[in-house]
């Protein structure tokens, strides 16, 4: 059985709750599939978001930044975070206007960020970042320098509040709208690589 | 000559700054191109994320949902929203684990929320939303009801502080490392439409 996390306010998902998840398992692949995420966090009672790349290793979420940015020194501080990773994967064409939707899988951690300062933590956290972009990458780069490691902020986030959303398959029309003449169905939406292009 | 909003310390891009813009059609043409934003809002001091579809009608965002969401309800008290919409366009792999990078567009727009009472500008939102994801859609479909309209809350957004942030390219290496033996370049990613799975 998959470890799952408790619901709190913050993290208990409200709107078409069937479509909820709390497992482990299932928050941890989502966060694993995505690429970029979008962190909010407040400044002076102003939300922000912002989107930027993370990593996992364990229960634990990193960030990472110039060391001056906005982003990091408002949650170096201590204030609660939100982070969202969505993966789009198709459009739902209902028969309805009412019934048009998304396929998605969506994941909703939230916490507070503590900076890693920790040379080993700091080290592995940004051979995870680039790892989770491009597996076995890290062993085919330069190394951060000590100027380079001091100019950079992680910052790790807790994997512990977090809850997933999930929708699939087609659209859930009324009743009385299968008869109408329209096209319904599902359009598939997948993030492709391409060919790369050597620098 | 393209309009161009006024930076803002909300919306003046801060890091890398020579990404940034803030000429209307450049951020116009983001906004049309995404599918999903995040919108941030602030509940009781703490930050929430949340992706959901949008659409643009001039200088007008509109976001939708349940008359009872905890989005809506916070947004339609005239908090401060903030909302971002990421279009990922590719991974930089650098010869330096530091340079790592992504290509991407993104456009963040701060403001006030205004619910939409008025009937046509709610019917015109919710067409502009059906149009967005799927052109031509609107007429294929059975429109909202009264029933459908009473329970689906419409939220109005001004597009007056925005900024847009672009990165593209290959990756920027110091110049000592140009020598090293290792890969580098960028790898395209595209958000591709699969074949129609009728339903």
């Known amino acids: 059985m998959s470890h799952a996390f408790v619901p709190t306010h913050r993290t208990q998902v409200r709107r078409v709750a069937q479509r909820a998840t709390y497992l482990r398992d299932d928050i941890l692949g989502i966060l694993d599939a995505g ?62 206007a009412f019934h048009h939707s998304m396929n998605y899988r969506s994941v909703v951690v939230v916490g507070t960020g503590i900076e890693v300062t920790e040379p080993a933590e700091k080290v592995a956290a940004l051979r995870a970042l680039v790892e989770h972009v491009s597996p076995g990458r890290w062993n085919q780069t ?5 100027k380079e490691l001091e100019a950079t902020a992680v910052l790790r986030v807790p994997i ?29 939406l997948t993030l492709v690589r391409g060919e790369p292009i050597p620098d």
Not at 162 to 188: E, F, H, M, T
């Open 35 to 96: 690429l970029v995420c979008h962190v909010g966090f407040v400044v002076d009672g102003h939300p922000f978001v912002i989107p930027t790349a993370y990593a996992r290793i364990d229960d634990k979420l990193y960030l990472h930044g110039a060391v001056a940015s906005r982003m990091l020194r408002a949650m170096r501080d201590g204030a609660p975070v939100c982070i969202n990773v969505t993966l789009l994967d198709g459009l739902v064409l209902a028969r309805s």
């Open 142 to 146: 330069r190394k951060p320098n000590r």
């Open 160 to 188: 512990e509040e977090a809850s997933a959303k999930v929708r699939s398959g087609g659209p859930i029309d009324d009743a009385a709208d299968y008869a109408l003449p329209y096209w319904a169905g599902q359009i598939p």
